[in-house]
C-alpha cells in the first residue's frame, strides 16, 4: 500500500500523559500537513512542512504540541501534558508540493482519547 | 475557525436519486476541493476545481464554482449505497497550501 499511513490508529492516555504520533507520507511528496478533527466537524489545520521545514503552524498548535519531519520522510506530532480537550482525531494528508498540485492525500487518523 | 459552511447539514436519500450538497465560503480562494469521509476514516479526494473554472465533471459527481456568490455545489447523480459518508468541501488560498474545511454534509443513502 503506497498511501499515506497513520500510527497508531487508536490512543487511549490519562490527562497528563505525553503521545507521540508519527505519519508516514507518499514516498515523493515533499509537503506534509497535520489537522485535527473533532465530532461532527471539519478538520482544522495544525501545521504543515515543507520537506523537513516547517513553514506555518495554526494557533490552535499551543506550546504543548510540537511536531517534527527530520530528513523530510516521516513525521511525528508530540503533545505534552495532554487534556481532555486534546481528544480528537489527528489525521495527516501530503501532497506533491509542485506548484500546481494542491490535491491532499489523507492518512487513516489517529484517534486519540484523553481521560 | 472554518472557512466554510456546508448546506444542508445532513441528506437522507433513496438508491439511484440524486444528491445536491452546498458550500459557501467567506475569503477568496485559488481552489476549491471536495473530499469524502467514511464513518471515523481518513478522507478521500473527490474532486478539484479551480477559482477560473466554473464546472466539473468527475464520473457521477459535478462540481459547479460562483466566485461572485463564494459558493460551490456537488451533485452525486445515481446514488449508491456506497455514498452513504460525510462530503466536505475546502479551500486554499492563493499560494497558502493549508485547506480550510466546511463542517460537512452527512449523506445517507436508503437501499
Known amino acids: 500500500d503506497t498511501g499515506v499511513s497513520q500510527n497508531p490508529r487508536h490512543k487511549i492516555t490519562k490527562r497528563g500523559q505525553n503521545v507521540t504520533f508519527r505519519c508516514d507520507p507518499i514516498s515523493e511528496h515533499n509537503r506534509l500537513y497535520w489537522y485535527r478533527q473533532t465530532l461532527g466537524q471539519g478538520p482544522e489545520f495544525l501545521t504543515y512542512?515543507?520537506?523537513?521545514?516547517?513553514?506555518?503552524k495554526s494557533r490552535l498548535l499551543s506550546d504543548r504540541f510540537s511536531a517534527e519531519r527530520p530528513k523530510g520522510s516521516f513525521s511525528t506530532l508530540e503533545i505534552q501534558r495532554t487534556e481532555q480537550g486534546d481528544s480528537a482525531m489527528y489525521l495527516c494528508?501530503?501532497?506533491?508540493?509542485?506548484?500546481?498540485?494542491?490535491?491532499?492525500?489523507f492518512g487513516p487518523g489517529t484517534r486519540l482519547t484523553v481521560t | 475557525s472554518q472557512q466554510g459552511e456546508e448546506d444542508p447539514q445532513a441528506l437522507s436519500i433513496q438508491e439511484g436519486e440524486n444528491a445536491t450538497m452546498n458550500c459557501s465560503y467567506k475569503t477568496s480562494i485559488n481552489n476549491l476541493q471536495w473530499y469524502r469521509q467514511n464513518s471515523g476514516r481518513g478522507l478521500v479526494h473527490l474532486i478539484l476545481i479551480r477559482s477560473n473554472e466554473r464546472e466539473k465533471h468527475s464520473g457521477r459527481l459535478r462540481v459547479t464554482l460562483d466566485t461572485s456568490k463564494k459558493s460551490s455545489s456537488l451533485l452525486i447523480t445515481a446514488s449508491r449505497a456506497a455514498d452513504t459518508a460525510s462530503y466536505f468541501c475546502?479551500?486554499?488560498?492563493?499560494?497558502?497550501?493549508?485547506?480550510?474545511f466546511g463542517a460537512g454534509t452527512t449523506v445517507t443513502v436508503r437501499a
Open positions: 475546502a479551500t486554499d488560498a492563493y499560494n497558502d497550501y493549508k485547506l480550510s
Open positions: 512542512f515543507q520537506n523537513e521545514a516547517q513553514l506555518e
Open positions: 494528508a501530503s501532497s506533491l508540493g509542485q506548484d500546481w498540485t494542491y490535491e491532499q492525500y
